[in-house]
């Protein structure tokens, strides 16, 4: 019973971590604003884990209701809106080579909300999952592996600068934001495609 136990948590860690996909972040959060020091980059990502943490454990357990009979909206509308926002946060990065810029008297913490914490952590496709999940893996699991992943996915963000360091180095820091920016861009359009398509598949 423990050991199944165990390996459902797994399956659905491992599940949730890859549409989480810490790794495209690493250059995300190594682009964030010169100007902030270490100690404000982790509030922002340890604010925006939590923020998403939160959103996806209410849809976790209310999903379904709070979609369908208190907004009275679908899962595709949370699709081509979230990828309109991956869409130009991505063309950013291929026209500037930055995915965040740190604007005059612009908050941390609307920057650790939108985007960090929503699209690209609690996104349209880890929204679907945590509405969905549950009847496969029950509440219990499904939560405790969401937990799990975003954990993981913070640890990820919080050595991204250590990482961009490294890369400086060697020069190649500009053209890989610039090609991360290009597979943000193109995820955008692929979730904008599949909120259509999930639209005119209801008509």
């Known amino acids: 019973m423990g050991t199944l136990l165990i390996g459902k948590i797994l399956d659905c860690s491992v599940a949730l971590l890859a549409l989480i996909n810490p790794i495209s972040k690493i250059f995300i959060v190594s ?3 010169e100007k902030l020091t270490k100690e404000q980059i982790n509030k922002i990502l340890l604010r925006s884990s939590l923020v998403a943490l939160s959103i996806l454990i209410i849809f976790i ?5 709070i ?3 208190f907004f009275h909206i679908e899962i595709y509308s ?8 991956l869409f130009m946060r991505g063309l950013d990065a291929l026209t500037k080579g930055i995915f965040f810029e740190l604007k005059h008297k612009q908050k941390l913490e609307d920057m650790s909300i939108v985007p960090l914490a929503s699209p690209m952590i609690a996104g349209p496709a880890t929204i679907t999952a945590a509405v969905s999940f549950p009847a496969h893996y029950g509440f219990g699991v499904t939560s405790l592996s969401m937990f799990v992943a975003i954990a993981i996915n913070l640890l990820i963000m919080m050595v991204s600068p250590s990482i961009n360091k490294y890369l400086s180095k060697h020069n190649i820091t500009g053209a890989l934001i610039r090609i ?3 597979f943000v861009a193109t995820m955008g359009i692929q979730m904008i495609l599949d909120g259509i398509r999930e639209y005119i598949s209801t008509l």
């Open 31 to 33: 682009t964030l604003d």
């Open 61 to 65: 357990f209310a999903g379904n209701f």
């Open 67 to 69: 979609l369908r009979y």
């Open 78 to 85: 949370f699709k081509i809106a979230g990828g309109i926002v």
């Open 180 to 182: 991360t920016g290009l």
